[in-house]
């Protein structure tokens, strides 16, 4: 979808993260939503329009929440694509402002997890995994990202060694980033020799997870000093592909990836940096393959051949992304949108990429029964 | 039952699946056929994914598989299954029918390999676990 040039993201912001809960979950939305009207130079009554992603948000919704946060609304939007509608919900946030349901719209996501909660949810998450996934001790998503990985390792001969290069490398980003819940050193030894979680899955592998939330402001462009808007290129999602396939090694991204690049007028060489959904760093090497940076099942040798630190070949999630900053639940969709308008906008600090002109930032969740339904990408240029 | 006396979580039994879940107590997996295109379906569905047909019935299928991929889950969802690990939980293909996640018994988790032969647990082992359960064909 081709979007107006002149409507981006104005203003990001977000809360501190928390492994444990200590207020409850509006707070944190209001806390990054409060962030990011600030830093757009809005005012709350400049808001009229809330699109959020959260979780545990039901039975409360967007609505509700405008209720809770005492906002007059012209357009209210509710995600349902997990960790893919944060993306999904900017792009439509966009849609709506092109057909003049609103003029600046807030996106939040966030939730308020624990190591406990995540797994309620996954027992949860939907009848599928309910009724069948829960009964057979299945792990949660460590256990079914564990099948896609091992099918990708002795499909394509990817190697534990080469994904391991994904986790080491955002760590090493999170260690520039004081938000980070986890940011001691990690090694290739480390990652490889970590505790089995559901092999081939160990420790870092796996996400925190815990509670924040991420926000930003769409809007027009002009609203903000030349600098401080971020304009959107491009972007499209997608659910549910392929129909029936229970452990693809694709996400779905490798349908729109040639109309994304197309409506954007850049591809893969161009991005001065990526934020890929890191659920797992094998998610992220799907992606690297689905979106075009290599072909697919080459990935392995992608991996050793680059660095992705925010000083590296290919800065990726420079913040450390959910890997090392932890996942706070549908806030996981929001992190790499709201580094890469930090990072363009050249309010990155230590972690900066030098001279960042342009990124690419994609989603992926609602894991279904067996593996995630939904993928969404952006293509983001400084203004 | 299992040893540290925790219940495995079962499925919720509704219209849709009881007659799935009450065949498996039997030790018989039953698919749902769809009346209108003929297509077999798992998991047990209140209409087909292929034609949003709800006329729905059941087939027997003999449970011969192969196993596609799988992990071994150190770190279960459930306290039922933390003295039973590593937790073989895998994708399979059942023989001219659909893929399934299901779980996979073995005494020696080393001997598990993608590509292997399964079939269902034999009925009086089978019961114990809540869901259509394997082993491999050794
Ligand atoms: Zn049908």
Redesign the pocket.
Known sequence: MTQSRDIGVIGYGCTDYVKKADRPLLTFLAQAGRDAIASAGLEKSDIDGLALCSFELPPDNAVTVAEQFGLSLSWAYLGTAGGAGPIASVLNAIRAIEAGQATSVLCIAGDAYDVSGLFRLLDNFGRALTSYGSPHGFGGANGLFGIIQRKHMETYGTTREQLGRISVDQRKNAQKNEAALLRGPMTLDDYMNARVIADPIRLYDCVLPCAGAEAVVVSSLDRVPRGKGVRVLSGYEHHNHPPGEISPLRGGWELFRDALYRDAGYGPEDFDLVQAYDDYPIMVAIQLEDLGFCEKGGVGRFLEKNSFTWDGTLPLNTGGGQLSVGQSGAGGGMIGLVEAVRQLRHEAGERQVSNAQRGLVSGYGMVGYGHGLSTSSIVLERS | MTHNDQQYPTPRVDQINSAFVEAWAEGVLRLQV?G??G?ETFYPRPL?P??W?SDLGWTEHDGKATLVSYSLVMRPNHPAFFEETPIILAEIALRDGPTMLARVICDDPTQIRSGLLLELLPAEEGKKYPLPTFRPVL
């Open positions: 769809c209108a295109c297509q087909c292929h034609c047909s």
